[in-house]
């Protein structure tokens, strides 16, 4: 039987809450399909930082560095400095484990669900690859004359060749596997100069594949397309700044983000799955936040760890609740975060039952 080990961090704001019933929902899909996770809690987030003052200590990111999969409810609090936590935490582990490239994959289970006319599950059905360790990310910034009058504020896009072309190499694999064999690069090399190591990098890459096809948009007649005609993408990739940017977008696209999960993946290695949404402080210990996006990255994390049954029939759960129109309302607080779990578990079983 395989055996995974799992770091579990809730995080902070309704990152606990979402969690708990994603692991319901891995035990449920472990039980059934014959495979066991040895889990390990973190408490790492805003409270354990007020309460201890560490943020992620040296030897809890260690063990984590062992494992095969983490899983992250949420980051993020008003009570401390912008930015603060999710640097120690988000940025620590996609950093420091090199989890280059972040797949946000965008699917809309049901035409309800869109807040576009006419468009349904045909129409939207894409994979973000964001690169996940370079562009404004790299923390490469700074500021002169600091409150004064002429003060001066930078910030480093920065782009390697080998980061460019890891991410584009990923987005060209992923397409082989999908029926209409397409990726988009999305940039903004007209202004952003730099980014004509994009343009280059991808035409390299693009070369070795000819059997897929190939378009390109910069990022801001890409949010166009997307809302206009989604049913142009296939598989896109793009800088980590505007991937972060044109995946809320498609989070919307797909029912919001409610719904839309994502990995933090470093083929081979350890990766970090997490629902794309914020902690959303205010709901916190409301039993309202919906645990949908956080299934969806236990689906991904299932499927990265090579359980491929177990991670269709979860998303296939998913899928049949919300086409239902039993998960009617995700993520406007009409089912409480553990109606919601009990609601996948049960679909989950059914559907196993089937298979
Ligand atoms: C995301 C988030 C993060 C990002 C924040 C929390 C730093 O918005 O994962 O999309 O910008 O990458
Ligand atoms: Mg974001």
Redo the contacts with the bound molecule.
């Keep these: 039987m395989s055996e995974y080990d799992i770091a579990i961090i809730g995080g902070d704001g309704i990152g606990p809450e979402v969690t708990a019933q994603a692991v319901r929902v891995l035990d449920t899909a472990s039980e059934i399909f014959g495979f066991s996770t040895r889990k390990t809690e973190y408490p790492f987030g805003t409270d354990h930082y007020l309460a201890t003052d560490e943020i992620f200590p040296d030897a809890a990111f260690e063990e984590v560095k062992g494992m095969d999969a983490i899983f992250l409810g949420a980051?993020?609090d008003p009570r401390v400095p912008v930015?603060m936590i999710?640097?120690g935490v988000?940025?620590k582990l996609?950093f420091e484990l090199d989890l280059y490239i972040?797949l946000?994959p965008i699917k809309l289970y049901d035409a309800s669900l869109c807040p576009l006319k006419d468009k349904g599950p045909e129409d939207i059905d894409m994979l973000i690859v964001?690169e996940?360790t370079e562009c404004a990310?790299t923390g490469m910034h700074g500021f002169a004359h600091k409150g004064q009058a002429l003060e001066v504020a930078t910030q480093t896009m920065v782009y390697t060749r080998a980061g460019v072309e890891r991410a584009v190499r990923y987005a060209f694999e992923l397409a082989q596997d999908r029926p209409r064999n397409q990726v988009t690069l999305i940039d903004k090399a007209n202004a952003v100069r730099a980014q004509d190591i994009w343009t280059r990098v991808f035409a390299e890459v693009a070369a070795e594949y000819p059997e897929t096809k190939t378009d390109h948009a910069y990022v801001d007649a890409a949010c166009m397309w997307m809302v206009k005609n989604p049913e142009w993408f296939d598989v896109a990739v793009t800088p980590?700044?505007f991937?972060?940017i044109v995946?809320?977008l498609g989070a919307m696209l797909q029912g919001g983000m409610g719904i839309a999960a994502?990995g933090?993946i470093h083929p081979g290695r350890v990766s970090l799955f997490?629902p794309?949404h914020?902690s959303a402080p205010k709901y916190r210990g409301k039993n309202v936040a919906s645990p949908v996006a956080a299934v969806m990255a236990v689906s991904m994390m299932l499927d990265f760890l090579g359980e491929k049954k177990a991670a269709e029939v979860v998303e296939g759960s998913i899928r049949a609740l919300l086409s239902s129109g039993e998960l009617k309302g995700v993520g406007t607080g009409m089912h409480s975060t553990d109606a919601v779990g009990d609601m996948v578990v049960r679909e989950l079983r059914t559907a196993a039952a089937k298979v």
């Design positions: 980051i993020g930015g999710e640097f988000i940025a996609r972040n946000r964001r996940n990310y980590n700044l991937g972060d995946t809320d994502s933090n997490e794309i914020g």
